[in-house]
C-alpha cells in the first residue's frame, strides 16, 4: 500500500477521518472511547503502511 496514487488517497482519507475522530472524542460520552480507538487504528494504518501525505509543487503564476 505504500506505492502509487491509491497510496497518498489513503493517507489523505485516513487523515481526514483522524479530524473527525478527533471532535468525535471531545464530545463522546463518559466511558465510550471509541473515537480514540478509531484515531489510534488511523495511524496504525499510516504507519505500518508506510503511508505518505502528496508532495506539492510549487504552483507556477500566469504571468
Known amino acids: 500500500m505504500t506505492k502509487g496514487p491509491s ?19 471531545k464530545i463522546r460520552p463518559e466511558g465510550n472511547d471509541d473515537a480514540i480507538l478509531r484515531w489510534n487504528a488511523c495511524v496504525r ?16 503564476g500566469l504571468e
Open 7 to 25: 497510496a497518498v488517497f489513503a493517507h489523505d482519507g485516513l487523515r481526514e477521518a483522524m479530524g473527525w475522530y478527533e471532535k468525535a472524542a
Open 45 to 60: 494504518a499510516i504507519k505500518d503502511g508506510g503511508l505518505r501525505p502528496r508532495h506539492h509543487e510549487a504552483e507556477l
